[in-house]
């Protein structure tokens, strides 16, 4: 008799460790986690979307996406895209402030001296 209640024990307590053990690897938030995209860092489950935004593996858009720049790259390459391409990014700039500046001329004359200031000659010696 004594023997069947341990063994109902032994059961009860391998189904409980078992449920734990899947909780744990699934869908427990506190769980440690490595990241997904193979950084060494480890985190709490909860903590996965956070570190998402800081991963230095993480695919991000370059900075100068909004001027037409199109390249993707690790956050942890960017900086060096940033520096290599520094006279591509400097023509979208510059491509945009003509653009605008153009527009500012037509809608505003009064924007015209300003935008396009007259260089006064250099004075004769």
């Known amino acids: ?23 744990h690897e699934t869908v427990c938030e ?4 490595s990241c997904p995209l193979k950084c ?3 985190f709490a489950r909860a903590e996965a979307e956070e570190h998402k935004k ?6 991000v858009q370059c900075e100068f996406e ?21 006279f591509e990014h400097l023509a979208l700039v510059k491509g945009r402030v003509a653009l605008l500046t153009e527009h500012l001329m037509k809608n505003d004359p009064a924007l015209r001296n300003l935008i396009t200031p007259v260089c006064p000659e250099p004075e004769s010696e």
């Open 1 to 23: 008799r004594e023997r069947e209640r341990n063994r109902a024990n032994s059961v009860e307590w391998f189904s409980l460790v078992s449920k734990m053990k899947e909780h």
């Open 40 to 42: 060494p860092k480890k």
């Open 30 to 33: 506190k769980y440690p986690i």
């Open 66 to 86: 909004s001027f037409g720049c199109n390249k993707k790259s690790k956050r942890k390459d960017l900086a060096r895209h940033v520096k290599s391409a520094v």
């Open 54 to 59: 800081v991963c230095l593996n993480a695919v």
